[in-house]
T-cell receptor
Framework: DQQVKQNSPSLSVQEGRISILNCDYT??????FLWYKKYPAEGPTFLIS?????DKNEDGRFTVFLNKSAKHLSLHIVPSQPGDSAVYFC????????????FGAGTILRVKS | EPEVTQTPSHQVTQMGQEVILRCVPI?????FYWYRQILGQKVEFLVS????????KSEIFDDQFSVERPDGSNFTLKIRSTKLEDSAMYFC?????????????FGPGTRLLVL
């Protein structure tokens, strides 16, 4: 099941610079997209979400962009901080599918100071 | 800030034994979910629960699994006869009932090890 794909297993960024994490999906029924941050042995922590009726949502240092025609979304973190180092999961849901979340494989972000 | 809580944090059991994983969702949330993550794999959906009944379940959620809301606060996942391949992190999540709010909030997880 590859409905949600995060093709970059890891990303390394210098503190203060922009981090861009990417996610692609294949199911056109998805209408809600979320980003979660996860530390080892902890649960996913919600970061930011976007509905399919929007193309951008911003919350502080985090911005999510959605390109529906390309079935692509991205998370921008500006400026990146060492505390942002974690695994970032993209997830998608669809009202027609009971709102269950379908997760990507995750991207490990390392922010170097 | 309200949180989803889960107990126990770790559980070690022998193959064939029954386990019950417990969750306390955020109060006033009425949609509940269980997910699991096998080491090195994706987080995967198991089951969703609303209005005291299962609303959807995955292929993984076979007859060995069951969920229950025994009282007004707890939400449990029972595995009747554990297998080695049930070893995973199990996450509970809950969602607000407000229309348009699709965000699910996750608990810290229970690490289940089946020997």
């Amino acid at each position: 099941d590859q409905q949600v794909k995060q093709n970059s297993p890891s990303l390394s960024v210098q503190e203060g610079r922009i981090s861009i994490l990417n996610c692609d999906y294949t199911n056109s029924m998805f209408d809600y997209f979320l980003w979660y941050k996860k530390y080892p042995a902890e649960g996913p922590t919600f970061l930011i979400s976007i509905s399919s009726i929007k193309d951008k949502n911003e919350d502080g240092r985090f911005t999510v962009f959605l390109n529906k025609s390309a079935k692509h979304l991205s998370l921008h973190i500006v400026p990146s901080q060492p505390g942002d180092s974690a695994v970032y999961f993209c997830a998608a849901s669809a009202r027609g599918y009971g709102n269950k979340l379908v997760f990507g494989a995750g991207t490990i972000l390392r922010v170097k100071s | 800030e309200p949180e989803v809580t889960q107990t126990p944090s770790h559980q070690v059991t022998q193959m064939g034994q029954e386990v019950i994983l417990r969750c306390v969702p955020i109060s006033n949330h009425l949609y509940f979910y269980w997910y699991r993550q096998i080491l090195g794999q994706k987080v995967e959906f198991l089951v969703s629960f609303y209005n005291n009944e299962i609303s959807e379940k995955s292929e993984i959620f076979d007859d060995q699994f069951s969920v229950e809301r025994p009282d007004g606060s707890n939400f449990t996942l029972k595995i009747r006869s554990t297998k080695l391949e049930d070893s995973a992190m199990y996450f509970c999540a809950s969602r607000p009932t407000v229309e348009g709010s699709e965000t699910q909030y996750f608990g810290p997880g229970t690490r289940l090890l089946v020997l």
